[in-house]
């Protein structure tokens, strides 16, 4: 016979499965994700971190090679080119998702505005994860042949 819960666990477990919800969410908002069924989407979220960075932290830095993808939970991130600020990223946007894929040269520096939480994925998890399920391999190859397709309508034909 299982114990009984107390009030105060009963609590923890609905914040905690509100959390998982949440961060589902943010994955499934990004466009390389948002394909992925709700299983696929929680491997994903398995092996993304969530954490909590100061004001000031750069947490890229332009020409640098990528290696993590992050999504905006609370605080605002500034995005700079060239030493000139191009967007300021909130709650539900996301930045770096090509790193996923590629760990090529950032093409801006992206430093917390203010105190923010992120949850980050990196890429060798990430391709660890996509050899262990075909399925999110084909789903995040569709999508990112999509945004291709989108960027340059001549090229799909």
């Known amino acids: 016979m ?4 107390t009030g105060r666990e009963a609590r923890l477990e ?3 499965a509100t959390q998982t919800d949440q961060k589902l969410e943010l994955l499934k908002r990004t466009p390389l994700l948002s394909d992925l069924g709700r299983r696929e989407l929680e491997e994903v979220e398995r092996l993304v ?3 909590d960075v100061p004001a000031g932290r750069v947490l890229m830095r332009e020409g640098d090679t990528g290696r993590e993808f992050f999504v905006v939970v609370s605080g605002t991130v500034g995005i700079d080119r060239g030493g000139t600020r191009i967007r300021t990223m909130e709650p539900g946007d996301f930045f770096g998702e090509i ?7 950032r093409t801006a520096t992206a430093t ?3 105190p923010a939480t992120l949850l980050v994925l990196g890429h060798r ?6 050899d262990k399920h075909p399925a999110i391999r084909t789903c995040v190859l569709d999508a990112l042949a999509r945004r291709i ?6 090229a799909a034909h």
Request: glycine fraction near 4%; charged fraction near 35%.
């Open 2 to 5: 299982l114990p009984e819960r």
């Open 14 to 16: 609905r914040v905690m």
């Open 49 to 51: 971190d969530e954490v």
């Open 99 to 105: 790193a996923l894929l590629s760990e090529s040269p």
């Open 112 to 114: 917390a505005d203010g």
């Open 125 to 130: 998890e990430f391709h660890s994860l996509m």
């Open 149 to 154: 397709r989108n960027l340059e309508p001549e």
